[in-house]
């Protein structure tokens, strides 16, 4: 059930997923939100480098994007999700704010959230594939 017992959490069995964060705490809060889903991997990554390595390694289904990685914006492993196809949403405490113009139009999820809107946004890029 959700955290409000509306509804169940949409499943996102055998996806692979990409987190992009910087703080420890959040990206393992966001890890166990995906596993709650029933995503069959999650990827935590810190930087850009690392998160450009990932997908080098092992291309994910969907990707989770801190916008602001200590002082260094997400924007590249962006770009390099979007040349393949893959499905990704910003998170950041600023909101839709927070993003480059050039990306304003792309799914984003303001912190602090609950496992509930993160499920919509990545049901929401999920489907445009």
Known sequence: M?????????????????????EAIISFLIEDMLREFGCAGVTNVAGVAEALAAIAEQRPDVAVLDVNLDGEEVYPV????????????????????????AWAHRPVVQKPF?????????????ATV
């Open 78 to 101: 962006a770009e390099r999700l979007k040349a393949e196809g893959v499905p990704f949403v910003f998170t950041t405490g600023y909101g839709v704010d927070g993003l480059a113009p």
């Open 114 to 126: 609950r496992a509930e809107m993160l499920a919509r946004a990545l049901s929401a890029v999920l």
């Open 2 to 22: 959700s955290e409000n017992g509306d509804q169940p959490l949409p499943s996102f069995d055998r996806l692979n997923v990409l987190v992009v964060e910087d």
